[in-house]
Every structure is written in structure tokens, then in C-alpha cells.
């Protein structure tokens, strides 16, 4: 990654950015892939399971979410470490975060699990809220293994690598498909489990995934270095504080914007069972789209932080808007795809006509933020990058719990839009925090003093 290169040739930094981000789009999408199956088997098995998966995704996910974000500290860190050619450093950071994200996920499991009495009474249909546990628990056991998964792929990513993730990813997504068929309707002399069957399906993939990735590293050449160098690394409190001081932040920063989303899904789930269906089928499809853009923030936090490590800081601001513009790019055209095919997308989960038509009209709402979205998210990936975490905690604070859910509640119920007031909320929430993460990168990145400095 020669940053002279980059700078001489603008168009460099794009051709950099795209090789490190399609691997990492195809491995986000894979993720969604799963979740993406299991409503659609579940939409055509029927109604009730589709709304109880979408409101157990809900409960769950601020928890997933939070966890995951947590682990991407891993990144920038290792990333650092690499822009400074340091190996010994990026194996303490292997080891003592790997610690770290896996207690930080028995914890949240514990709390995921002191949830699970509470489903009924979170407002749900007496249907919907009988069925949930089913696809729930499963979930929650998943979480552990995806956190180990996770500080594999984070570490990796910090090294430049993001093509093994991508692999593992795909092969995930097939066999979910896979089990999915069989178990949630009984296929090959396997039990028609319905819902459930969609949460085992899950846990099973999301158990093997860890180990995939785990006989990787024990076995690849391109890991030596890090095998050598983890064998002296030891637990550090000094190491762990500051990956635990990085972690947190970044776990809510994701806690907040996907909390505002899962508050949106329980708010569809009190006005009704075909809201909340047609909730889940819409979210999905504007997800699928999101995981490409969180792709190319992922590899803007690889190239941000590789030249933030090497004291590189014009090559860092240009990989940073560089990726602005992609992302916008590609947001842009889905958005234009969204909008073509919104009347038909959702026939693909459900012969629901009610449900197919309002997930259409709400489809509208997902095309008009694909923009902000996706710049929010690489904007915020490049602030992650450079290890600056608290001061955009609380702009995602601002964003999402301040008006996103105020904004989605009044507009929903006070003023009677329903289902159209909760993602007009999003909208908004979602054009505040591009903004205030854009003009926050702006000013780190074009200072006069080093970013180091001005950070601390």
C-alpha cells in the first residue's frame, strides 16, 4: 500500500479502496444472507413466524450489535501496528483482545438471557410473542461463537487480509440455506420445526463458522509471523484497558443506531402483525444494501488506519473522502434499484398481499436514505480509524436516541402517520449523524496539527 502512489494518482486510492472492500461486501452480505433466509422461508411458511423472528431480531440484536462493534476495535489497532511495521504488537492486540471480546459476550449473553422472561410484555400480539422464544434462545446461544468468529475476521482485516472472512461467509450463507429448508419445513427426512428450525439452522452455522476460521490460521503461511509472535504476548491490564477503552464506544456507537432501528421494529409490532411482517421485509432489503456500504467502511478503516500508523496524514485524508465517494456512488445506484423494484422485492418473502404492499410503500423511505447511510457509516469507520471514539458516541447519542426516536414516535402516533412516521424518523436521524460524522472527520483530518496530538 504505497501511499506516493496513491497521492500521485488519485484515482489510486479508488482502485485501493475497491480490491480491499469486495471481499469484505460479499462477507457482510453473507452475514445478511442468513438472516435474509430465514425471513423468506419463514414468510412463506407463514405470518405469525415471520413477525415473531422480526421481534426476536429486535430484542437481539442491539445485543449482537453492540458486541460486534465492540470487537472492531481490533482493527484500527492492528492496523496501527501494521502501518508501523510492528508484529509483536499486533499479537498483544490478538491476544489480550480476544480476551477481552469474549468476556465482553458472556456478559451480554447473561443479559440477553435475563430478557427472555420479558418478550410478552414488550406489547406484542399474544401470537407473535408466544412463538418468539423459539428463534430467540437459539440466537442468544449464537452470540459467543460470533464474537469469536468476529476477533478472528477483525484481526485479519487489520493485517490487509479481508479475503479468508469472505470465504468463510459464503460458505456460511450456503449452508444456512441448506438447513433452512430442512429443518423449518421438514425436508429430507428431517423434523418441520418452523421457526425454530430457523434458530437452529442459524446456531449450528454460526458454531462452525469460528472453527473454519480457526484451522485457517493454524494452518496458513500468511499467519506465521502472529503464531510466533502470540506465543511470548501476554495478558496485559495496560493493553486490555486501552482495547476495553476503544471497545466501548464503539459497541454503543452501533448499540444506538441499531437500537433506534430495533425500537422502530417494536413500535411496528404495536400497531400490528402485518406492519411489523412488512417491517421486516423492508428492513431486510435496505440491510442488504447497508452491508455493501459497511463493506467499504470496513476496508476505510484498513487504509485509514494503515496511514494513520504510519504518520502518513494527507494519504489518510484522501483514503477517508475517497471512500465518501464510493460509498455515495454505490448507495446512489441502489437506491435507484430499490425504487425500480419495490413492488417486487417483496414477493420474494411473502404471498401476503397486504404485507407485500405496505413493505412497497415503505421501500420509498429505504431508497431515500441509502445516501446518508452509507456516508454516516464509512464516515464513522474513518473516525474509528484514527482511534477517536468518545466524541462520536455521543454525536451517534445526539443522532439516534435524541431524534431518530422522538422524531419516530411523535410522527407515528401523536400525529397518526403510522407505519410512515417511524422510518420518516430514520430518514432524519440517519441525514444528522452523516453530517456531524463528515464535519467531524474534516476537522481531524485537516489540521494543521498531527491527528496523534490532537487525540491524545
Known amino acids: 500500500m504505497s501511499a506516493k502512489t496513491s497521492l500521485d494518482r488519485p484515482a489510486g486510492h479508488y482502485i485501493a479502496h475497491i480490491k480491499l472492500a469486495i471481499p469484505i461486501m460479499f462477507s457482510q452480505m453473507g452475514h445478511l444472507i442468513v438472516q435474509i433466509t430465514d425471513s423468506m422461508m419463514l414468510g412463506h411458511y407463514d405470518t405469525t413466524a415471520l413477525a415473531a423472528s422480526s421481534f426476536a431480531q429486535s430484542v437481539f440484536i442491539i445485543g449482537l450489535v453492540f458486541s460486534i462493534g465492540f470487537t472492531l476495535a481490533m482493527t484500527p489497532l492492528v492496523g496501527a501496528a501494521r502501518g508501523a511495521k510492528d508484529v509483536a504488537a499486533a499479537a498483544q492486540w490478538l491476544k489480550n483482545g480476544a480476551a477481552v471480546n469474549l468476556a465482553v459476550a458472556l456478559l451480554v449473553t447473561l443479559l440477553l438471557l435475563a430478557l427472555y422472561p420479558q418478550l410478552n410484555r414488550m406489547g406484542q400480539t399474544p401470537a407473535v410473542a408466544a412463538a418468539a422464544g423459539a428463534y430467540y434462545l437459539p440466537l442468544v446461544a449464537s452470540l459467543a461463537p460470533v464474537i469469536l468468529f468476529q476477533t478472528f475476521r477483525q484481526f485479519t482485516e487489520g493485517i490487509g487480509n479481508t479475503r479468508i472472512a469472505a470465504a468463510i461467509t459464503v460458505l456460511e450463507a450456503l449452508l444456512n440455506i441448506i438447513l433452512d429448508y430442512a429443518l423449518i419445513f421438514g425436508q429430507w427426512g428431517f423434523p418441520r420445526l418452523g421457526l425454530a428450525g430457523a434458530g437452529l439452522a442459524t446456531l449450528i452455522v454460526r458454531l462452525a463458522m469460528p472453527l473454519a476460521f480457526a484451522i485457517f490460521f493454524v494452518r496458513l503461511s500468511l499467519f506465521a509471523p502472529y503464531r510466533a509472535a502470540l506465543r511470548p504476548a501476554r495478558w496485559s491490564r495496560a493493553i486490555a484497558g486501552r482495547y476495553l477503552k476503544l471497545g466501548l464506544p464503539l459497541g454503543g456507537q452501533f448499540a444506538l443506531e441499531v437500537g433506534a432501528f430495533a425500537a422502530g421494529a417494536l413500535m411496528m409490532g404495536w400497531l400490528g402483525e402485518i406492519e411489523q411482517a412488512a417491517h421486516q421485509i423492508a428492513i431486510g432489503i435496505a440491510s442488504f444494501t447497508f452491508m455493501g456500504a459497511s463493506g467499504i467502511a470496513a476496508a476505510t478503516t484498513i487504509r485509514v488506519s494503515y496511514y494513520f500508523g504510519a504518520g502518513e496524514q494527507a494519504a489518510m485524508r484522501a483514503a477517508g473522502?475517497?471512500?465518501?465517494?464510493?460509498?455515495?456512488?454505490?448507495?446512489?445506484?441502489?437506491?435507484?434499484?430499490?425504487?425500480?423494484?419495490?413492488?417486487?422485492?417483496?414477493?420474494?418473502?411473502?404471498?401476503?398481499?397486504?404485507?407485500?404492499?405496505?413493505?412497497?410503500?415503505?421501500?420509498?423511505?429505504?431508497?431515500?436514505?441509502?445516501?446518508?447511510?452509507?456516508?454516516?457509516?464509512?464516515?464513522?469507520?474513518?473516525?474509528?480509524?484514527?482511534?477517536?471514539?468518545?466524541?462520536?458516541?455521543?454525536?451517534?447519542?445526539?443522532?439516534?436516541?435524541?431524534?431518530?426516536?422522538?422524531?419516530?414516535?411523535?410522527?407515528?402516533?401523536?400525529?397518526?402517520?403510522r407505519e410512515a412516521g417511524i422510518w420518516m424518523g430514520y430518514v432524519a436521524g440517519l441525514a444528522l449523524a452523516a453530517g456531524l460524522f463528515l464535519a467531524r472527520f474534516h476537522l481531524l483530518s485537516g489540521a494543521q496539527q498531527p491527528v496523534r496530538r490532537r487525540l491524545g
Do not use: E, N
Open 321 to 417: 473522502f475517497a471512500a465518501a465517494r464510493i460509498v455515495m456512488a454505490y448507495m446512489g445506484f441502489m437506491a435507484l434499484v430499490i425504487l425500480a423494484l419495490r413492488s417486487t422485492l417483496p414477493m420474494l418473502y411473502t404471498r401476503d398481499s397486504a404485507v407485500i404492499g405496505m413493505a412497497a410503500r415503505l421501500l420509498l423511505f429505504a431508497a431515500a436514505f441509502q445516501l446518508v447511510d452509507g456516508l454516516q457509516v464509512v464516515m464513522l469507520a474513518a473516525l474509528r480509524a484514527l482511534t477517536d471514539a468518545a466524541v462520536p458516541t455521543a454525536l451517534a447519542f445526539v443522532a439516534y436516541l435524541l431524534v431518530t426516536l422522538p422524531t419516530s414516535y411523535a410522527l407515528a402516533f401523536p400525529l397518526g402517520w
